[in-house]
């Protein structure tokens, strides 16, 4: 078996069967195909099961997060590769080929990444320094001239180049590089492809990305119905891979810019919450996020 692709599903069904449909349709076909689903209640797996019975199905009683429902097919994988891909994504017909023939002509490389594209064909942004005080800074407070190196606004991204992390989107590695560094880190959600990609660095390994393959990737489709999921993931995941890689005094200001932050975000839509239902979402989202600013959960809420 040359290619193991793991998709962890939670209630994407009409975009699961499109990316499976799109694993089956390249002109790569050394493949198998485990889905892990986070306790859906669409109908994913039935349909799945029906559709695309040559597909490995682990089923979850509940939503254990997406590392800890990767490192679940990472266990039991056949693949000299493993394919990490959202259920949100779509590949060419040459993808596989293109990322298998790339990494066998390059030993060297441990992780590799395709170029991803937005539903309308643009160049999705999916490649990223390291996070610094400096670019949290200006992700949370807008200010784009802060995020130009963090986004490799000074590479071409129609070239391949090393890189400091890969979108968890779609990444192709090694199986062995497990062997070095280990799988997700299961406490880590929304940052768990950054630390993956940290650690693989860390042990000496090259990480690449490689826009010569492609896929489509719809961007987060599960994770806009849940807003305390995502909202509160979105400030938890800095504080937590600061607390992991950085010193005291660095997670610190992390964490009192995130307090700002999530303060300023929190009284603005509590005074939006009566107009609008998903203000109200935001609201409460940014309320429990606050609340656990300090001592963020381990476990996916």
């Not at 590089?177 to 390994?205: H, P, T, V």
């Amino acid at each position: 078996m040359d290619i193991s692709i793991v998709i962890v599903n939670y209630n994407v069904k009409d975009y699961l069967l499109e990316c499976l449909k799109s694993i089956y349709s390249n002109t790569f076909k050394d493949v198998e195909v485990i889905v892990v689903d986070n306790a859906s209640v669409d109908g994913s797996m039935e349909e799945v099961q029906k559709r695309f019975p040559e597909v490995k199905i682990i089923k979850n009683h509940e939503n254990l997060g997406f590392p800890a429902a990767n490192n679940q097919a990472f266990r039991i994988v056949k693949g000299k590769y493993i394919f990490m891909l959202n259920p949100d994504a779509e590949m060419f017909d040459d993808t596989l080929a293109q990322l298998k023939q790339f990494m066998e002509e390059n030993p060297d490389i441990a992780l590799v990444a395709p170029q991803l594209l937005n539903t309308d064909g643009t160049v999705q942004q999916s490649v990223w320094r390291f996070p610094t005080i400096r670019s949290i800074f200006g992700e949370m407070f807008y200010l784009p001239p802060l995020l130009k190196r963090k986004n490799y606004a000074d590479y071409d991204l129609g070239v391949a180049f090393d890189a400091e992390s890969l979108s968890g989107a779609a990444l192709f590695f090694r199986r062995t590089m497990m062997d070095s560094i280990g799988m997700l880190d299961e406490n880590l959600f929304w940052i768990e492809d950054i630390d993956f990609c940290y650690r693989a660095q860390k042990a000496g390994l090259r990480v690449v990305y490689f826009p010569g393959a492609r896929a489509v990737h719809h961007i987060s489709v599960s994770a806009r119905k849940n807003y305390k999921v995502s909202l509160s993931n979105q400030n938890f995941n800095k504080i937590k891979f600061y607390r992991k890689h950085h010193s005291h005094l660095a997670t610190a200001i992390v964490i009192w810019l995130s307090l700002y932050h999530v303060f300023a975000k929190l009284v603005i839509f509590s005074l939006l919450s009566p107009f609008s239902p998903m203000w109200h979402g935001k609201a409460k989202a940014y309320a429990y996020t606050l609340k656990h600013i300090f001592n963020p959960p381990t476990k996916l809420v």
